[in-house]
């Protein structure tokens, strides 16, 4: 108890807190994104993610994550339950804080990975089959993978790949698996004949503030102390999004001849999402390269190669799938122990080696994320079904899923 640090201590809390709220930050951004009659039910996605995950986490999803290794592929169960996870601090992972406190904030990152997903089949998949997926892709994608990149013993950790706070853990898992899930359930009826334009741009910028926000707390936070590292990392979070708001902003610009505030609010979330692998590894600088990389590179994979081709309906694949692989890369180019020596040299700064680690972190964690989300959804598909009727598309899913309405005229 006596290693126990206050101050370390206060910024895991108050870290795990503000990652708490880039969920229900996440259901506004995609809740404005969504038709009217679609609204609640995409809002609900990360209500009830937050609450089903929490208590997976506590029971199972915890020792499976970071539980002492089995062959560097998945934790054990000695961690079941919380089972030996109290108030003293566990070396391995956090010397100057709780092992709760490490739990609690690994945990926020765990709810929020498989809320990210919903934006691919919103507006079209059965509430039920939501919620069986859910539980069974956390605990069977990741679990599995944020023991690989994260866990003592973990695969991905012992070869030296580097993810300071998510990029392949959190943005690579969700994005392909959302590709795999648009792919799937298909269409939204009616796409590309019908118009199906963002009914609250206004709820969606809302959502992107809180998802800044939070995000200090899910890229600082992970420096698991009060130092000069999480300081470090929250200017890299912060100049990687607004150059990435910059980026994305301009290029719509251009092409669209008009500044498009939903094209800066992607921007914005897409520097997010290149900066989170590199975000305590790099110096600002190279940070306003990454978030212009991330924001040019999701901005053409969004308007050039994902829209109209797969009905990825809130563009999750082309902003976190396509920004977490470019992140992760973009670390292998621009690491430096300068910042952080318990990192390594990038291409940059004479390591060329480290890119082709990423790459191959990059490689297994996409292929693994696909493969069983495919096998998963089939599953589901082939017992409860995970499409609503035609009927129910029609009347939206707020009232044939849920029976209640966004908005009622006065």
Not at 26 to 54: D, E, P
């Amino acid at each position: 108890m006596d290693a126990i640090n206050g101050a370390d201590t206060t910024w895991v809390l108050i870290s795990s807190a503000l990652v708490m709220l880039m969920t229900p930050g996440l259901a506004f951004f995609y809740g404005g994104l969504v038709r009217q009659k679609n609204v609640l039910s995409t809002l609900m996605h990360s209500f009830f993610i937050l609450a089903l995950i929490s208590v997976q986490w506590v029971l199972w999803g915890y020792s499976l994550a970071f539980a002492p290794s089995i062959n560097g592929f998945i934790g054990g169960l000695d961690w079941v339950g919380l089972n030996g996870v109290g108030l003293e601090p566990n070396a391995d992972y956090a010397a100057t804080i709780p092992h709760l406190a490490f739990m609690v904030f690994q945990m926020m990152f765990a709810i929020i990975t498989p809320a990210l997903i919903s934006g691919a089949f919103a507006e079209r998949k059965r509430f039920a089959a939501f919620a069986i997926f859910s539980l069974l892709w956390a605990t069977i994608v990741y679990a599995p993978v944020a023991h690989w990149v994260w866990g003592v013993g973990g695969w991905i950790r012992t070869l030296g790949a580097l993810d300071f706070a998510g990029g392949t853990v959190v943005h690579i898992t969700s994005g392909v698996s959302a590709l795999v899930c648009a792919l799937v359930l298909g269409k939204r009826l009616g796409y590309g004949n019908q118009s199906m334009q963002p009914h609250n741009a206004t709820l969606t910028i809302i959502g992107t503030g809180l998802l800044w926000f939070g995000w200090f707390g899910f890229n600082a936070g992970s420096s698991l102390a009060a130092n000069g590292l999480a300081v470090s990392a929250f200017v890299t979070t912060n100049t990687a999004a607004a150059a990435g708001t910059l980026a994305w902003l301009a290029a719509s610009w251009i092409r669209h001849k008009r500044p498009s505030l939903l094209g800066a609010s992607a921007g914005a979330v897409a520097g997010l999402v290149g900066i989170t692998p590199a975000a305590g590894f790099v110096t600002p600088m190279s940070a306003i390269v990454i978030g212009l990389i991330t924001g040019l590179v999701c901005f053409f994979a969004v308007e050039y190669v994902v829209r109209g081709r797969v009905d990825d309906a809130l563009d999750v694949f082309g902003v976190h799938g396509v920004g977490g692989i470019t992140g992760a890369l973009l670390t292998g180019i621009f690491a430096s122990t300068a910042v952080n020596p318990a990192g390594f040299d990038g291409l940059l700064y004479g390591n060329p080696g480290q890119l082709l680690t990423q790459a191959i972190a990059v490689i297994a964690v996409a292929a693994y994320a696909a493969g069983a989300t495919f096998v998963l959804l089939k599953i589901i598909d082939a017992t409860i079904g995970i499409r609503v009727s035609e009927a129910e598309e029609h009347a939206g899913l707020d009232e044939s899923e849920h029976g209640e309405m966004a908005y009622r005229e006065l």
